[in-house]
């Protein structure tokens, strides 16, 4: 492996003068990232105060049977100096098909590194034959844990872990099997749905969220669509046989697609949205056609429940069957107008053969340690955001939880008031042993990426 960058540098070499030719051989940080097993750096994009890479790093396929095959884990690593702490960024997902320098909000305040990890099973991030049963949060945690361990060998320093949504929940599993691997967490709105069936914390934030003239418009507008259903339908059909989307894989048909993106509608709005945007919803005894199918498209995305746009998301769903779960909600408002009362469940956007039955002790277990051994783990959820109605609640050591007024998935320390937020950064900057604010530098431009990506935009 260091072998193929030796060479890289020594093909440079013949096109660069003598004086940058020595600068390129004399490269610290890539003999060390050369020195790692089972790290490949494929490709370096330098930048203002920084250096970016995306690499892959071997893993076994199975850590219990680490001989029995492996597969290549996508990386990115944002570098600032060796000296600078490091932020592991777990998003819970796939990275983008074409990295590109960004960082989290932890790395802006901290001016740190950023070592950015693509969940197992997210493609490429997939063993070849792949034995579904190896996707559980034990064995990404241990993906992780040796990324650390490995790249700790270039970064002696302090380290932090972030992740939004389901990031968040992955970078809580991995403190709960590796507490010594990081200094401290920020999860953010990570929910934590510890008991499957008992969602009754939905149900109470839809009764209760915003208020109760915007509450109504939504549960209308969703209600009219289903009763407008045989029309709603042919035009998603139309839509369907246009952009070549197919339903037989994973939903079923595009009836049930209809009604499983109706039902996600108001979540959406909800998830994505602002009470500011009530004034947005169709009127439902007024709206046409065209105004509930358009408004249901732009806060939930028709395209979603189709077998092009699901097959990325196989391994959150197969991961939300077998150990995460999911919300289940009444839906009251909706009695007498829903044609499968079974469908909103995680196992309906997976193919027949990744269904699974739910585990529910990894999720207790998990909770159970979050409330009572836990420390340095600060949690941020937003008071809008239907995914916060389940939370975890950490314990007293040295750990905290803020809620951001008025947010919505997108939650963070910034949308926090100004003494939560003061609270949450000087124990961040406490927990990365940088006390005191570093200087922004061109670097700090760099976009923030809270890893939350937003369905709606998938077409």
């Known amino acids: 492996m260091r072998s193929r960058i030796v060479a890289t540098l020594a093909s440079l070499l013949l096109v660069l003068s003598p004086a940058t030719a020595a600068r390129a051989a004399d490269d610290p940080l890539l003999d060390q990232?050369?020195?790692?097993?089972?790290?490949?750096?494929?490709?370096?994009?330098?930048?203002?105060?920084?250096?970016?890479?995306?690499?892959?790093?071997?893993?076994?396929?199975?850590?219990?049977?680490?001989?029995?095959?492996?597969?290549?884990?996508?990386?990115?690593?944002?570098?600032?100096?060796?000296?600078?702490?490091?932020?592991?960024?777990?998003n819970g997902y796939g990275l983008a098909a074409n990295p590109r320098p960004t960082q989290t909000e932890p790395t802006a305040l901290l001016q740190a590194n950023q070592v950015s990890v693509e969940h197992r099973f997210f493609t490429p991030s997939r063993p070849a034959d792949a034995d579904w049963s190896d996707l559980n949060i034990w064995q990404e945690a241990t993906d992780e844990h040796r990324i650390v361990g490995a790249f700790k060998s270039v970064y002696d320093t302090n380290w932090i872990q972030t992740g939004?949504?389901?990031?968040?929940?992955?970078?809580?599993?991995?403190?709960?099997?590796?507490?010594?691997?990081?200094?401290?967490?920020?999860?953010?709105?990570?929910?934590?749905?510890?008991?499957?069936?008992?969602?009754?914390?939905?149900?109470?934030?839809?009764?209760?969220?915003?208020?109760?003239?915007?509450?109504?418009?939504?549960?209308?507008?969703?209600?009219e669509a289903l009763r407008r259903r045989d029309t709603l339908v042919a035009r998603l059909e139309a839509d369907a046989a246009a952009n070549g989307w197919t339903f037989s894989n994973t939903i079923g048909t595009a009836d049930r697609s209809f009604?499983?993106?109706?039902?996600?509608?108001?979540?959406?709005?909800?998830?994505?949205?602002?009470?500011?945007?009530?004034?947005?919803?169709?009127?439902?005894?007024?709206?046409?056609?065209?105004?509930?199918y358009d408004w249901i498209d732009a806060v939930a995305g028709w395209s979603f429940y189709t077998?092009?746009?699901?097959?990325?998301?196989w391994p959150y769903y197969y991961q939300a069957a077998s150990q995460l779960g999911w919300p289940s909600l009444r839906f009251e408002h909706l009695r007498g107008l829903r044609n499968y009362p079974g469908l909103y469940t995680a196992n309906s956007s997976l193919p027949k053969e990744l269904r699974r039955a739910h585990n529910p002790v990894p999720m207790i277990d998990v909770d159970l340690w979050v409330r009572t051994a836990s420390e340095r783990m600060l949690f941020i959820y937003g008071e809008n955001d239907p995914w916060g109605a389940e939370r975890f609640r950490p314990s007293r050591r040295d750990s905290a939880l803020f809620v951001a007024p008025g947010a919505n998935h997108g939650a963070n320390i910034a949308r926090l008031n100004p003494e939560d937020a003061a609270k949450a950064t000087a124990m961040l900057r406490r927990w990365a042993d940088a006390p005191?604010?570093?200087?922004?530098?061109?670097?700090?431009?760099?976009?923030?990426?809270?890893?939350l990506g937003d369905r709606r935009r998938i077409k």
């Open 436 to 451: 005191a604010p570093v200087a922004a530098t061109k670097a700090a431009a760099l976009p923030i990426d809270d890893g």
């Open 164 to 223: 939004g949504s389901k990031g968040g929940m992955t970078s809580v599993y991995h403190r709960r099997f590796y507490p010594n691997d990081v200094d401290g967490v920020v999860a953010y709105v990570a929910p934590n749905d510890v008991i499957n069936p008992e969602d009754r914390a939905y149900d109470k934030f839809f009764d209760t969220v915003s208020t109760a003239e915007c509450r109504t418009r939504l549960d209308d507008v969703q209600a």
């Open 33 to 90: 990232l050369a020195a790692i097993p089972g790290l490949t750096v494929v490709s370096e994009t330098p930048g203002a105060g920084y250096r970016f890479f995306v690499m892959t790093y071997r893993q076994p396929a199975d850590h219990r049977h680490p001989g029995q095959g492996t597969y290549e884990q996508r990386l990115t690593l944002l570098h600032r100096s060796t000296d600078a702490p490091v932020v592991l960024f777990t």
């Open 307 to 313: 077998d092009q746009a699901l097959e990325y998301y």
């Open 259 to 292: 009604e499983m993106t109706v039902l996600d509608s108001v979540w959406a709005f909800w998830q994505y949205s602002l009470a500011a945007d009530c004034a947005t919803v169709p009127v439902a005894a007024t709206a046409s056609d065209d105004e509930v």
